[in-house]
T-cell receptor, first 109, second 115 residues
């Protein structure tokens, strides 16, 4: 059974700080998603990656397939980045995505 | 271009009742997947529809069923509701026939409360 662990569970930081959220999984995967969920429920897809590194604006996502680990970085954090960040992995495809419990991020002005 | 739309946004049911939730995918998308998110938890994959057939299914009982229509919209039906079915139900659409193998576009969700 694939397990997805995220750390930290909760993170409070000051505006401008560099943020790192981690995701570890237990079995080989074919794809990993980083998602953002704001209060109220709607989810936005940030990245889908299977190797290496992707960057979009102030967000950077990396994945190390050998170590079964991914990180999401936010540079120059802003209060509007406050949200729950969720990691989800796809194993082979038979069972759909397996999600982590999410990291609740608060950026204080 | 309309994104993924879900209805209703909120609903309250009692134990034993049945509920139908609806999802219209993003324009041009033909794959719809459904997820259940309990309070404080990550989403869980329920099932995925492509070409009007259920292609993949997560670990959910047969009380959870669905349908996809020729216009790619989808319904999620839950029978014999239990208190534990209270959750946010999310729909996502994509162009990839395998759930999670392509970028996902999510709706705002339907929040179900079972009393």
């Amino acid at each position: 059974k694939n397990e997805v662990e995220q750390s930290p569970q909760n993170l409070t930081a000051q505006e401008g700080e560099f943020i790192t959220i981690n995701c570890s999984y237990s079995v080989g995967i074919s794809a990993l998603h980083w998602l953002q969920q704001h209060p109220g429920g709607g989810i936005v897809s940030l990245f889908m990656l299977s190797s290496g590194k992707k960057k979009h604006g102030r967000l950077i996502a990396t994945i190390n397939i050998q170590e079964k680990h991914s990180s999401l970085h936010i540079t120059a954090s802003h209060p509007r980045d406050s949200a729950v960040y969720i990691c989800a992995v796809l194993v082979g495809g038979a069972d759909g995505l397996t999600f982590g419990k999410g990291t609740h991020l608060i950026i204080q002005p | 271009d309309a994104g993924v739309t879900q209805s209703p946004t909120h609903l309250i049911k009692t134990r034993g009742q049945q509920v139908t939730l609806r999802c219209s995918p993003k324009s041009g998308h033909d794959t719809v997947s459904w997820y259940q998110q309990a309070l404080g938890q990550g989403p869980q994959f329920i099932f995925q529809y492509y070409e009007e057939e259920e292609r993949q299914r997560g670990n959910f009982p047969d009380r959870f069923s669905g349908h996809q229509f020729p216009n790619y919209s989808s319904e999620l039906n839950v029978n014999a509701l239990l208190l534990g079915d209270s959750a946010l139900y999310l729909c996502a659409s994509s162009l990839a026939p395998l759930a999670g193998s392509g970028e996902l576009f999510f709706g705002e969700g339907s929040r179900l409360t079972v009393l």
